[in-house]
Nanobody, 119 residues
Framework: QVQLVESGGGLVQPGGSLRLSCAAS????????MSWYRQAPGKERELVAI???????NYAASVKGRFTISRDNAKNTMYLQMNSLKPEDTGVYYC?????????????WGQGTQVIVSS
C-alpha cells in the first residue's frame, strides 16, 4: 500500500512564503511524474506544477515565476516552494504521483493541506 502525505500548509500574509512537502511511503519501486494540484472553495481542482522523474518541470501560468517544484528521489519526497503568495493562491493543495510498485503503476493522491493567504 502506498500513501502520500502532504505537510507545510498554513495561514500566511500576502507576499509571504510557504514550503509544502509530499512524502510517499509504502512498497515503492520508483515514482514517475509527481505533481501539485489545488482546489479553491467553489472551484474545480487545477494543476499547479508537475515534475518528471528526471526533473523536468512545468507550471500553471498563474504561478510561474513564484512557485518552484522540486523532488528528492532518494527520499520519495516532493516539494513546492511558494513565494510572493496572493489571496488567490488560497486553497487545498494536493499531491499526486504515478507510483510503480512491484506489480503495477498506479496513480495516488494525498489527503491535501490547506493554504490560506490573507491579511
Amino acid at each position: 500500500q502506498v500513501q502520500l502525505v502532504e505537510s507545510g500548509g498554513g495561514l500566511v500574509q500576502p507576499g509571504g512564503s510557504l514550503r509544502l512537502s509530499c512524502a510517499a511511503s509504502g512498497t515503492i519501486f520508483n515514482i514517475n511524474a509527481m505533481s501539485w494540484y489545488r482546489q479553491a472553495p467553489g472551484k474545480e481542482r487545477e494543476l499547479v506544477a508537475i515534475i518528471t522523474s528526471l526533473g523536468t518541470t512545468n507550471y500553471a501560468a498563474s504561478v510561474k515565476g513564484r512557485f518552484t517544484i522540486s523532488r528528492d528521489n532518494a527520499k520519495n519526497t516532493m516539494y513546492l516552494q511558494m513565494n510572493s503568495l496572493k489571496p488567490e493562491d488560497t486553497g487545498v493543495y494536493y499531491c499526486n504521483a504515478d507510483v510503480r510498485t512491484m506489480a503495477m503503476v498506479r496513480n495516488y493522491w494525498g489527503q491535501g493541506t490547506q493554504v490560506i493567504v490573507s491579511s
